[in-house]
C-alpha cells in the first residue's frame, strides 16, 4: 500500500531511451543559446534537430536536464508527431519535473500526444501536488487522444470557483482564485475536441462575471455530451476527418501495444491498493479494456468504494 502511494505519473511511461553521444557542434549550438535570457525564433530555428544524433541529444536534454534544459528542448520539439522520440521525451520530462513552465511547455510541445502515454497523462491530471495549470494541460491531452471519459474531469476544472464548482472526488486541485491560466490552456483542447466532432467551440471566457460565466458552462453541456456521444457510439477504430482527410487521433488506442502495457502498470498499482491508478483506468475507458483489468479491478471501478 506504502509503494502505490509513492508512485508518479511517470511510473506509467514507458522506458526511457538510452543516452546517446551528442554532434559536438550541436551540443555547442545549445550551450551558447541556454544561458539567453529569452529565445528567438531564430534561436529555436538553430536547433531544428537534421540528424538523429541531434535528436537524440535533445530526447536526453529532456530525459535528463533541469528546468531550464526541459524548457528548451520542448520549444524546439513543438510540433512533433506522436512517432517521433521526441513526444515521448517531452511527456516523460512533462510527468517527472517540478517547475510549472517547463512542465506546461513539454505537456503541450508534441502535436498529438503518443497513446503509450496516455496512462501516465490520466494518472497526472490526477495528482493533487502537481500544479492546476499542469493538471489542466493532462486533461485537455487526453480530450486530444479523444479519451471522452477525461470530460468529467475537464467540467470540473472549467466550473471551479464559480458557483457552479463540484466536489467531485477529482476536483481536489486548490481553490486559491488563480484559475485562469488552467481554464486557458484547457479551453484550447476542450475546443479543439468540440470541432472535430462537429460541434461549436465555447465562448466561455474566465474573466467574465459570475452569471456569463455559468451561462456560458451551462450552454457547453449540450456540445460536449454529443462529443461523449459520438464517441461513445462510434467504433473504436481509426477514422478519417471527413472534411481535412486527417486521421481522427487514437481512436485505435486499444490497439496500440505500448498504449496497453503502460494500461497494465495501471492495473497492477490499482491491485495493490493504489485508488488514484483505480480512476485513471476510469479516465481511459474504455480503452483500458483492452488491457486485463481482473476480476477484483474491474469490480472496483464499477463499485467505488
Avoid at 90 to 107: F, G, K, P, Q, S
Avoid at 136 to 148: E, P, V, Y
Avoid at 160 to 181: F, H, K, V
Wanted: charged residues 20%; hydrophobic residues 45%; aromatic residues 6%.
Amino acid at each position: 500500500m506504502l509503494a502505490a502511494l509513492l508512485l508518479q505519473a511517470a511510473a506509467f511511461l514507458p522506458p526511457e531511451v538510452a543516452p546517446q553521444p551528442a554532434p559536438a557542434g550541436y551540443r555547442a549550438r545549445a550551450e551558447a543559446i541556454l544561458p539567453l535570457p529569452e529565445w528567438s525564433l531564430r534561436d529555436l530555428a538553430q536547433l531544428q534537430p537534421r540528424t538523429d544524433g541531434e535528436r537524440a541529444f535533445l530526447v536526453s536534454l529532456l530525459q535528463e536536464g533541469g528546468p531550464r534544459e526541459v524548457l528548451l528542448a520542448a520549444m524546439v520539439a513543438a510540433g512533433a508527431e506522436p512517432s517521433d522520440a521526441l513526444t515521448r521525451a517531452c511527456l516523460r520530462a512533462a510527468c517527472e519535473i517540478r517547475e510549472e513552465d517547463a512542465a506546461l511547455a513539454a505537456l503541450l510541445a508534441p502535436r498529438w500526444p503518443d497513446p503509450a502515454c496516455l496512462p501516465a497523462l490520466a494518472y497526472l491530471a490526477l495528482e493533487p501536488d502537481r500544479p492546476i495549470s499542469v493538471r489542466a494541460a493532462a486533461i485537455g491531452r487526453l480530450l486530444d487522444a479523444d479519451c471522452a471519459s477525461a470530460w468529467p474531469l475537464a467540467r470540473s476544472l472549467l466550473r471551479t470557483g464559480t458557483p457552479l464548482d463540484e466536489d467531485a472526488p477529482w476536483a481536489d486541485w486548490p481553490r486559491g482564485g488563480r484559475y485562469e491560466l488552467p481554464k486557458r490552456v484547457l479551453l484550447l483542447s476542450v475546443n479543439a475536441w468540440l470541432q472535430r466532432h462537429g460541434q461549436p467551440p465555447t465562448d466561455y471566457e474566465p474573466n467574465a462575471s459570475w452569471s456569463d460565466q455559468m451561462e456560458r458552462l451551462q450552454a457547453l453541456e449540450a456540445p460536449a455530451h454529443a462529443c461523449v456521444a459520438q464517441l461513445a457510439a462510434a467504433s473504436i477504430s481509426p477514422r478519417r476527418n471527413s472534411e481535412t482527410g486527417e486521421v481522427v487521433p487514437f481512436r485505435g488506442a486499444h490497439a496500440d501495444p505500448g498504449f496497453v502495457a503502460c494500461c497494465q502498470l495501471l492495473v497492477d498499482a490499482a491491485a495493490a491498493g493504489d485508488e488514484r491508478a483505480l480512476l485513471s483506468l476510469a479516465v481511459l475507458m474504455p480503452y483500458a479494456a483492452a488491457a486485463n483489468l481482473g476480476d477484483d479491478v474491474s469490480r472496483r471501478m464499477l463499485t467505488p468504494e
